[in-house]
């Protein structure tokens, strides 16, 4: 590209891990091309830092689960007109829709319709390899590229006829937080009965996720009190969930200390003897930290009824990476706090079971790895998309 001017990017972001991923890409964008980035569109505070004025704020667009949506349909609809309608009338050198596939997925669907020259390309492999396969073949029309964020991903894609698709890896495995993390859990650990545990617990990003889990989650730190545990309790959170979670966990008989700096998360993350989390993205957040873990998950009641859909045989990201069920889940029912405490209790200790999952995530950095971060790899595929 010749042009010196600045390269107009149209960005689609609802969720946190999505607006980091968009912040990264953009950054790498103005790295690779010397030029400013200029950005319309949708993203979270990340994306406001470098520019963008949103059409709206991305928590909007953040839902999960068939009811969440469903319930939302209407102004849904709404704003993905709108989306869509503005980006096309801004006319930018590309668009890049992050995650949030029920989404980000329509509007890309609208704007080639409206302008078929502007290139699309898709951040985050919408999940065709665990349910609804149809969809990989579905998005060839709209969408020119995927960027994978995990290993097997390109592949798969390949597989169910779907549009072409770059491992661009995962920006958590540069991350300097996570990194510094994992030199911490590497440092020989006190794993001794009598001193004080330090518990992360992670009840999920959404508010859906936060009001199912919160409850277990409380019981299971008095379980562990009553069976003798001196805890010190850690609960990351992101800030559109903060006031939920504060009132969520103020019954709690063990009052966790609640952080918001990334900067401390990682800390965090470094002292963390185990962690009790809701199946997410933070599952592979901890597995490159080298944090133990017990993943768990409630469906909402929609959802729930479609579970026969889903094929993929673990909802874990370092299961899945791996192959083999190196982190324990638990789901609806089988939430049950008496098990999640045991179970913690054995993460907390030099057990074979603490050993295996340790071992599990070394696995999981080996197969994540890339030699460059994986913005700049998203950068080069996106620039070759743009004439």
Not at 169 to 180: N, Y
Not at 181 to 187: R, V
Request: hydrophobic fraction near 45%; charged fraction near 20%.
């Amino acid at each position: 590209m010749v042009n010196d001017g600045p390269l107009k990017i149209a960005i689609v972001a609802g969720e946190e891990s999505g607006d980091l991923l968009g912040a990264d890409l953009v950054q790498a964008l103005k790295r690779a091309t010397g030029r400013e980035i200029r950005l319309v569109g949708i993203g979270g505070r990340h994306l406001q830092a470098l520019g963008l004025t949103p059409l709206f704020e991305g928590s909007e667009i953040a839902l999960m689960g068939f009811s969440a949506v469903l319930r939302d349909l209407p102004r849904l609809m709404r704003r993905i007109g709108q989306t869509a309608n503005a980006i096309a009338g801004d006319k930018p050198d590309c668009l890049i829709t992050i995650d949030s596939p029920d989404f980000s997925l329509r509007v890309a669907r609208r704007v080639r319709a409206a302008d078929p020259t502007i290139p699309i390309v898709h951040y985050v492999c919408p999940s065709v390899w665990a349910w609804r396969p149809g969809r990989a073949v579905a998005m060839r029309p709209y969408v020119d590229h995927i960027l994978c964020i995990l290993p097997f991903e390109a592949k798969e894609l390949a597989r169910l006829g779907g549009p072409p698709g770059t491992y661009v890896g995962h920006r958590l495995t540069h991350d300097p937080g996570v990194l510094a993390a994992a030199k911490a859990q590497g440092l020989p650990r006190d794993l001794s009965g009598n001193r004080v545990k330090t518990l992360l617990v992670l009840p999920g990003s959404r508010s859906g996720e936060v009001r199912r889990l919160a409850g277990p989650f409380g019981k299971t730190i008095s379980i562990l009190r009553a069976r003798g545990h001196r805890l010190r309790v850690l609960l990351p959170t992101v800030p559109h969930v903060a006031d939920l979670v504060r009132a969520a966990v103020a019954s709690w008989d063990e009052k966790p200390e609640i952080i918001l700096d990334s900067e401390r998360k990682w800390q965090a993350f470094g002292k963390a003897d185990a962690a009790l989390i809701a199946s997410g993205t933070v599952s592979l957040e901890l597995a490159l930290s080298g944090v133990p873990m017990i993943s768990c998950y409630r469906l909402d009641p929609v959802m729930r009824l479609a579970q026969r859909l889903i094929t993929v045989w673990s909802a874990a990201l370092p299961n899945l990476i791996v192959d083999q069920p190196v982190v324990t889940e638990h789901y609806n029912e089988y939430v049950r706090p008496a098990y999640l405490a045991r179970q913690l209790e054995a993460l907390f200790s030099d057990t074979a079971y603490r050993a295996w999952q340790k071992g599990g995530f070394a696995e999981v950095t080996r197969r994540m790895a890339t030699d460059r971060p994986s913005g700049d790899i998203a950068a080069d595929v996106v620039l070759n998309h743009i004439k």
